[in-house]
Nanobody
Framework: QVRLAESGGGSVQAGGSLSLSCTVS????????MGWFRQAPGKQREGVAS???????RYGDFVKGRFTISQDNVKNTMYLQMNDLKPEDTAMYYC?????????????????WGQGTQVTVSS
C-alpha cells in the first residue's frame, strides 16, 4: 500500500522559512515523479513544485525562486524548502506521487496523495 506522509508545516511570520518533508512508503519513490500542491480556503488546488525521476524540477509561477524541491531516494523522502514566505502562501500543502518519470504540476495526473500539512504565514 502506497502511503505519503507530510510533516513540517506550521506558523511563521512573513519573510520566514519552513521546510516540508514527505515520506513515502510502499513504493520506491525514485521510480515516481513527485509533487507539492497547495489549497487555500475557497481556492482551487494548485501545483507548487514537481520533481521528475531524473531530478528535473518545475515550479509554479508564483514561487519566483523562493522554494526549492528536492528528493532523497535513500530515505524515500521529498522536501520543499520555502523561504521568504508571504501571507498568500497560507494553505494546506500536500505531497503527491505519480507512476510516471516526468514532473507535472497538474494534480489530476497524480494517483497518490498525503493528508496534508498546514502552512500559515502572518503579516
Amino acid at each position: 500500500q502506497v502511503r505519503l506522509a507530510e510533516s513540517g508545516g506550521g506558523s511563521v511570520q512573513a519573510g520566514g522559512s519552513l521546510s516540508l518533508s514527505c515520506t513515502v512508503s510502499g513504493v520506491d519513490s525514485s521510480a515516481y515523479a513527485m509533487g507539492w500542491f497547495r489549497q487555500a480556503p475557497g481556492k482551487q488546488r494548485e501545483g507548487v513544485a514537481s520533481i521528475g525521476t531524473d531530478g528535473d524540477t518545475r515550479y509554479g509561477d508564483f514561487v519566483k525562486g523562493r522554494f526549492t524541491i528536492s528528493q532523497d531516494n535513500v530515505k524515500n523522502t521529498m522536501y520543499l524548502q520555502m523561504n521568504d514566505l508571504k501571507p498568500e502562501d497560507t494553505a494546506m500543502y500536500y505531497c503527491a506521487a505519480r507512476a510516471d518519470p516526468f514532473w507535472s504540476l497538474r494534480d489530476i495526473l497524480y494517483k497518490y496523495w498525503g493528508q496534508g500539512t498546514q502552512v500559515t504565514v502572518s503579516s
